[in-house]
């Protein structure tokens, strides 16, 4: 009686549209909430400062989400994630600021529906250039090169090994597609 293979328990990052699409949930969810919170607090104090303290609080809980959830690192974020997430949305900020500096520009007394199109608008294209960076840059050394479908046909253990420079000069070069045609050989 064969026993049946074991699957090892790897967990996979998403590919770039399941990140995007949790990215968007997490990142959009949390931008609507935000903007719901923009126009009492820049009742209180200038439009700038209102923007910036939403920007930092959501930059924070953001940057935890799309390290546990998003980009599948299952943990939390390091220093360097928020500080990387941080510049990124610092240019998130900027975009959002010039956005609604530009509509106060246009018309002095917009109201609070159209403040908060033109804040989404901005948000949602700064956003867009967020996952961008984050994706290729922030989070990138936290990805599996292994699909989930491949960790899923896989079975027993895997084992990587990096040839030294020696090796790679005395060994003769093994291609993809002659292991192929071994195992079906």
């Known amino acids: 009686m064969d026993a049946a293979p074991r699957i ?5 990052a998403p590919g770039p549209l399941a990140s995007f699409a949790r990215f968007v949930l997490c990142g959009g969810g949390i931008g609507v909430l935000s903007s719901f919170a923009i126009s009492p607090l820049a009742g209180l104090m200038p439009w700038a400062v209102a923007n910036a303290v939403i920007t930092v609080a959501s930059t924070l809980l953001c940057t935890e989400l799309h390290s546990r959830f998003t980009f ?13 997430s941080a510049g990124s949305a610092t240019a998130a900020y900027v975009v959002t600021c010039l956005a609604m500096f530009l509509l106060h520009a246009v018309q002095s007394s917009p109201g609070t529906l159209t403040e908060q199109i033109v804040y989404l608008g901005a948000s949602g294209l700064a956003g867009i250039g967020r996952f961008l960076v984050l994706r290729v840059f922030v989070f990138a050394g936290n990805r599996s090169t292994k699909t989930p479908a491949q960790v899923r046909r896989n079975s027993g253990t895997v084992t990587w090994t990096l040839p030294t420079p020696v090796q790679a000069i005395t060994r003769p070069q093994v291609r993809s597609t002659d292991f192929l045609l071994a195992s079906t050989a």
């Not at 090892?8 to 996979?12: D, N, P, S």
């Not at 599948?72 to 990387?84: E, L």
């Open 8 to 12: 090892t328990a790897t967990t996979a």
């Open 72 to 84: 599948g690192t299952g943990q939390r974020a390091g220093w360097r994630q928020h500080w990387q």
